[in-house]
């Protein structure tokens, strides 16, 4: 079995005095990275790798919302769309900053009201949106607009003026986004969101705008996530999508013995190193280190594995690390700290 593991954020962050975390005891991880054959890539964000890694090709952007969408049910056809997520914004210094955490999404009620509301007032532009899940919305054009977007996970915990829709049409697109804004504040949805302690509904991300595309990569035999468009790449390559296990040993186990390709995606460290924080992250990669890490290193060495494929996408670049079970003996390559390969 050739197990690819994808974990987006695995390299240390900063801390909140801006020290990179340093000195984790992590040994099965940090002797992947030293045994393993490293091959450094451009920057790559998890969604990017994905759309690659399936052999989707890019559009302006990486169409993420016609994939999503048909997962979640709904007929991408032959137009155009665009992820349109609810968000929250808050001030932060002068700056607009995209809440990173969950708990500012919508109700699927409050969702359907939101957006109807959004399709009320935009109906005679020809845009219209819809809310399948509650916190993936998605708004369909009749013509495909010159825009380049900024994947949301991305964004999350920046300042937003860095990331708007850039392209000819792009300052239109950032009007538009000014009167949702304007929509969404007073909106009763708000008022009762605010009046509850939640954080307020009001704006939206636009991004992963594109037409169905075709899914032509066949380089894995099941896919093991929670993951959105990981789900949806695996439904259009008719693989078998199961829900991310919490030890290696489930993978392991459900392939014994054979040629199996798995795709893994743990993306919960990407999430703790959006939102700065460094406590979580360290809990995670301990849990990590007991339930991957060492598992898969301890499966390399028995040759239970033929190959283990690891992944780490990032905003400085993409690293990936082959590792072999002839690799795992390979003394004399140095072992180095996290935040050295940071």
């Not at 994905?50 to 007929?75: M, S």
């Not at 349109?84 to 009620?109: E, F, I, K, M």
């Not at 399948?132 to 964004?155: D, G, K, S």
């Not at 509850?196 to 939206?204: D, K, Q, Y």
Request: charged share 20%.
């Amino acid at each position: 079995m050739h197990c690819t593991l994808l974990v987006p954020g695995l390299l240390p962050p900063s801390d909140p005095d801006g020290a990179p975390i340093s000195d984790l005891p992590v040994p099965a991880l940090t002797r992947l990275l030293a045994r393993g054959r490293c091959v450094t890539l451009a920057a790559l964000g998890m969604e990017a790798w994905l759309c690659q890694a399936f052999e989707v090709e890019r559009q302006h952007d990486w169409p993420v919302a016609p994939l999503t969408l048909a997962a979640d049910g709904g007929d991408p056809g032959n137009a155009y769309w665009l992820r349109c997520d609810p968000v929250h914004l808050n001030t932060q210094r002068g700056q607009l900053v995209l809440a990173c955490d969950n708990t500012s999404a919508p109700t699927a009620d409050e969702a359907r009201t939101l957006s109807a509301t959004l399709n009320a007032h935009f109906a005679q532009d020809g845009l219209t949106f819809h809310s399948p899940h509650p916190a993936r919305w998605y708004l369909r054009l009749e013509h495909t607009p010159a825009l380049i977007t900024h994947a949301l996970p991305e964004v999350a915990g920046k300042d937003i003026n860095r990331y708007l829709p850039e392209g000819n049409d792009g300052l239109h697109w950032h009007q538009v986004l000014n009167e949702i804004q304007m929509l969404l504040h007073a909106h009763p949805v708000n008022r009762a969101r605010e009046a509850r302690g939640a954080p307020e509904i009001n704006s939206v991300w636009l991004w992963g705008g594109g037409v169905r595309p075709a899914v032509r990569g066949g380089h894995f035999t099941s896919v093991w996530s929670d993951d959105a468009l990981a789900l949806a790449l695996a439904a259009q390559s008719n693989l078998a999508a199961r829900a991310p296990p919490g030890h290696a040993s489930s993978v392991l186990d459900d392939a014994a013995g054979g040629a199996e390709k798995p795709l893994v995606v743990l993306p919960q460290l990407r999430a703790a190193t959006l939102d700065g924080a460094a406590d979580r992250w360290i809990t995670l990669l301990n849990t990590f280190e007991r339930d991957w890490f060492a598992p898969l290193y301890a499966a390399l060495r028995k040759r239970q594995l033929s190959a283990l494929t690891l992944v780490v996408p990032g905003a400085n670049d993409c690293r990936r690390y082959d590792i072999a079970p002839r690799d795992v003996w390979k003394f004399w390559r140095p072992l180095h700290s996290l935040e050295h390969h940071a």
